[in-house]
């Protein structure tokens, strides 16, 4: 079965960094894109980052543009967001999953980023 267990959240001062993981497994991970999405309190699921199967070919949120960066290891059927500069707009519970139009219903638990001072 299909599981997305991310890790790495917390809690950060603005401008500091955080590196989220995904551990996922139940499918052909290296066969499909990746992408990241948050979502903060009483707003909808969005999109942050995604990159194709192979790597190396990567789009982001104008709002994070610059700040973060996605990346993946087929091997480990892990992707990563690295976060610098955050900004307490960041907050929110940061999930994985596949890219659209592939993403699935399930999601799983995400990990908590909260940037304040």
């Known amino acids: 079965q299909v599981q997305f267990v991310e890790s790495g959240g917390g809690l950060v001062q603005p401008g500091g960094s955080l590196r989220l993981s995904c551990v996922t497994s139940g499918f052909s991970f290296s066969s499909y894109p990746m992408s990241w999405y948050r979502q903060a309190p009483g707003k909808e699921r969005e999109l942050v980052a995604t990159i194709i199967s192979g790597g190396g070919v990567t789009s982001s949120a104008d709002s994070v543009k610059g700040r973060f960066t996605i990346s993946r290891d087929n091997a480990k059927n892990t992707v990563y967001l690295q976060m610098n500069s955050l900004k307490p707009e960041d907050t929110a519970v940061y999930y994985c999953?596949?890219?659209?139009?592939?993403?699935?219903?399930?999601w799983g638990q995400g990990t908590q980023v909260t940037v304040s001072s």
């Open positions: 999953n596949r890219a659209r139009p592939f993403t699935y219903n399930y």
